[in-house]
């Protein structure tokens, strides 16, 4: 069956990618999550499209949030802007001397 219209293929792939990390089987997270083997396996497939409170449900079983990510940076790591200021505000603040041993040290 083709992908669902709208379906995303990462979408799809990390899905079943998220449920091989636990290793529990559609069964197991059927048992879990309260839906049925042939919905979910339907969601990893991209045959069915989930809502997004159906994906907030899958995705929090897998301790994962929901949520925008920018365009470009799927698989990268993405720090949001408070943490991003605090790491440039400490590297701010380091010498040179912080970064490279004084001889004999190692």
Do not use: F
Request: charged share 30%; glycine share 10%.
């Amino acid at each position: 069956m083709p992908r669902a219209k709208g379906t995303p293929h990462r979408l799809c792939r990390q899905l079943r990618l998220e449920r091989a990390k636990t290793g529990w089987s559609l069964a197991n997270v059927s048992r879990r999550i309260g839906l049925s083997e042939v919905v979910i396996g339907s969601y990893e497939r991209g045959d069915r499209n989930p809502t997004l409170d159906r994906l907030d449900q899958v995705a929090g079983l897998y301790g994962l949030e929901v949520g925008l990510v920018p365009k470009g940076s799927y698989g990268k790591r993405v720090l949001d802007r408070a943490t991003l200021d605090a790491v440039m505000k400490v590297c701010r603040n380091l010498k040179m001397s912080d970064l490279v041993p004084n001889e004999g040290e190692q």
